[in-house]
């Protein structure tokens, strides 16, 4: 396939490395439109689809445009700048969705919004060692770069590797390499202890799936007995109907709570485990309270979600949150008030946008620096209003926040249960770019 860069070097220029070609917007349409019309005239020349890579503000989108001018993105899923990028381009920053797009400006929506010049954000820095090393004897293997010397697996280096038995790496800039480097990230250090919290006030917006699905990716890449998910509705939500195993009836939350206080000291790992269940990637859930009958039923409170915490800090690394629709609730309220990464789902329909376009307004007067953690994932869906997308994703970058793509999943949209192997292949790249996004939230620094 013919491959090609463009560089855009501001709202109405670019320019095509290697061939001195400058192409300049006409008055009516934008820079996106004029690179789209120069690629599809070289995939016009070329009688084959040629793929672009848009570089814009240390951001990088990829798209396929064929000959007949069908444009679709070569990867799986990746960041919209946002006012809080920096200029150095984090390892993930040039993948989105591989699905067709009708739009020029869709394809090429990654570099539709550049960044604003002032300062942003970015990963913490590895902790400082201390300055007198220790010695190191010379037999010690090299450091290698997780990933960077196996052989590439997908693509055409992979097919010439499984043909011909070769080694060819993969290509620094493909799509392999890229979700190699993601995965890294996602099994790299964090604190002692995270919360993740996925929030959106509306309801049916796939708060569970997506929760379910980083529980799912942090726990393959960082291994099992290291992540739990939790339902941290008020009065228990779908989590226990959404996860691959079912937890039994009588297993949730407020047993767990009840088992702590009646043991002496921290409840041992035994213990936990019998309150717990664990799901074919190596993650926990532990569901909320669903019993209406009692004569006097108590939801779940902040103090619960914190003692809920404060147990699973001396066994796991990681707790996602799935949240409910009541912002008053006190399990709520700790959720995004703890959370050292918040995720916040938004199909594009209009009532969806608003509600969390509002919440992150409330949520920048009353936690202020918790958008500065905070990534929205804008998912696709078979109830999208696409004429929605352009006003949300401006309304949602003005506040600072990251903002990514998710494809449609028809496991995440049916109300199945959400069985790893069954994802499609576009989705568990998709979530392995998002929670390495997500796990470069929880350790940056401030």
């Excluded at 918040?342 to 918790?370: C, K, S």
């Excluded at 576009?426 to 996004?437: D, E």
Aim: proline share 8%; glycine share 10%.
């Amino acid at each position: 396939m013919h491959e090609f860069t463009v560089e855009i070097v501001s709202d109405r220029v670019a320019r095509v490395a290697g061939t001195g070609d400058e192409l300049v917007a006409p008055v009516g349409k934008s820079i996106q439109d004029s690179i789209y019309e120069y690629s599809q005239k070289r995939a016009v020349d070329a009688g084959a689809p040629v793929e672009v890579a848009v570089h814009r503000s240390g951001r990088c989108t990829q798209v396929t445009v064929a000959p007949d001018g069908t444009a679709s993105r070569s990867a799986p899923t990746g960041p919209i700048p946002t006012s809080a990028d920096r200029g150095e381009e984090p390892a993930n920053a040039d993948m989105i969705a591989e699905e067709p797009v009708s739009l020029t400006s869709d394809a090429l929506g990654d570099t539709a919004h550049p960044a604003p010049d002032d300062a942003g954000q970015g990963s913490a820095p590895h902790p400082a060692h201390d300055a007198r090393r220790q010695p190191v004897s010379v037999l010690a293997a090299p450091g290698i770069i997780p990933g960077a010397t196996e052989p590439a697996r997908t693509g055409i280096r992979g097919r010439l590797n499984a043909v011909l038995g070769l080694s060819l790496s993969p290509k620094p800039s493909s799509t392999e390499m890229r979700l190699r480097v993601a995965a890294a990230t996602i099994a790299g250090p964090i604190p002692d202890f995270s919360t993740i919290t996925v929030a959106n006030t509306k309801g049916g917006v796939g708060k569970t799936p997506i929760a379910v699905g980083l529980a799912q990716t942090l726990a393959t890449h960082r291994g099992g007995a290291t992540v739990v998910c939790a339902d941290l509705a008020e009065s228990g939500g779908s989590l226990a109907d959404r996860v691959s195993v079912p937890p039994p009836d009588e297993q949730n939350i407020f047993g767990l709570l009840a088992a702590d206080q009646a043991a002496t000291g921290h409840l041992r790992p035994s213990a936990l485990g019998r309150h717990l269940t664990r799901q074919p990637s190596g993650e926990d859930i532990v569901a909320g309270h669903h019993d209406l009958t009692a004569t006097q039923h108590v939801g779940l409170s902040g103090d619960d979600a914190a003692a809920l915490a404060s147990i699973l800090a001396h066994h796991r690394e990681i707790l996602v949150a799935d949240t409910g629709n009541n912002p008053l609730a006190g399990s709520w309220q700790w959720a995004v008030s703890e959370a050292d990464a918040l995720v916040v789902p938004v199909p594009l329909r209009r009532d969806a946008a608003t509600t969390a376009h509002r919440m992150l307004l409330d949520l920048a007067t009353t936690h202020p620096g918790r958008l500065d953690r905070t990534v929205v994932i804008i998912t696709d869906g078979p109830g999208d209003t696409p004429m929605v997308e352009s006003d949300t994703v401006d309304a949602f970058i003005a506040l600072g926040v990251q903002v990514l793509r998710m494809p449609y999943e028809p496991l995440f949209a049916g109300g199945e249960r959400i069985v790893p192997h069954h994802l499609r292949r576009t989705t568990a790249g998709s979530l392995t770019v998002i929670t390495a996004t997500v796990v470069d939230l929880i350790t940056k620094t401030g």
